[in-house]
């Protein structure tokens, strides 16, 4: 071999053992995840893809499913486009009777979701070494163990003491969940609270 590839070959060598050790390091400089996370004040928030069942009382050909588009808003009798994501079923039924009071006295809503999907910002994310990797609605009161149970687990390949969550709702802040103990050996307090938005990386071993 000659120089010039065996200083290659250890430059390549150093460089991986340093992003390595770079990641063992960074990882154990995040705290652990709180086990409890959820807040009382929570109220979900609807997003595109929900399924929207208004309720026009004593209007019977004014009530009717709906979707909410890719663009956020809705449609139905006597309203073209009103943007419903990020809003609370409450707030949209108070703004649905706003727009029907144009047309009807006095109209009383109710807006009933199903299918929930949620806003992009409030979704759970599963990167990484996840047996099923994908992107989940948020659930009041939804834990780390429900979120690998949706995924499948984890991966022959995965490291799972190593996983992190990435907390948007807390500034990006990045927190140490032990998806190996949980999953493989039952260990429960390792089990935390998911908080909306939150993104759970799994890494992949380097044995």
């Known amino acids: 071999m000659s120089i010039a590839n065996s200083k290659l070959v250890f430059a390549t060598k150093l460089l991986i053992a340093f992003a390595f050790t770079w990641t063992l390091v960074g990882c154990s400089s995040n705290p652990p995840a709180p086990a409890l996370a959820a807040t009382a004040d929570y109220s979900y928030k609807i997003g ?3 399924n929207l069942n208004i309720v026009v009382w004593r209007n019977p050909e004014l009530s009717m499913s709906v979707p909410v588009r890719p663009d956020g808003k809705m449609s139905s009798p006597l309203i073209d486009d009103l943007s419903a994501i990020g809003k609370d079923p409450t707030t949209l039924a108070r703004d649905i009777e706003k727009e029907l009071a144009k047309f009807i006295r006095d109209p009383v809503v109710t807006v009933i979701v199903t299918g929930f999907v ?10 990484g ?4 990797p994908q992107v989940l609605a948020y659930k009041q009161k939804m834990t780390i163990l429900d979120v690998m149970i949706a995924v499948g687990g984890i991966t022959d390949f995965a490291d799972g003491n190593r996983a992190t969550i990435l907390r948007t709702a807390e500034n990006n802040a990045q927190y140490r969940v032990r998806l190996k103990d949980l999953i493989k050996n039952g260990d429960v307090s390792a089990n935390v609270e998911m908080k909306p938005g939150d993104v759970v990386i799994i890494p992949q071993s380097w044995f």
């Open 48 to 50: 595109p893809g929900d």
């Open 129 to 132: 070494q996840a047996t099923k």
């Open 118 to 127: 949620g806003p992009y910002s409030e979704q759970i994310r599963v990167v």
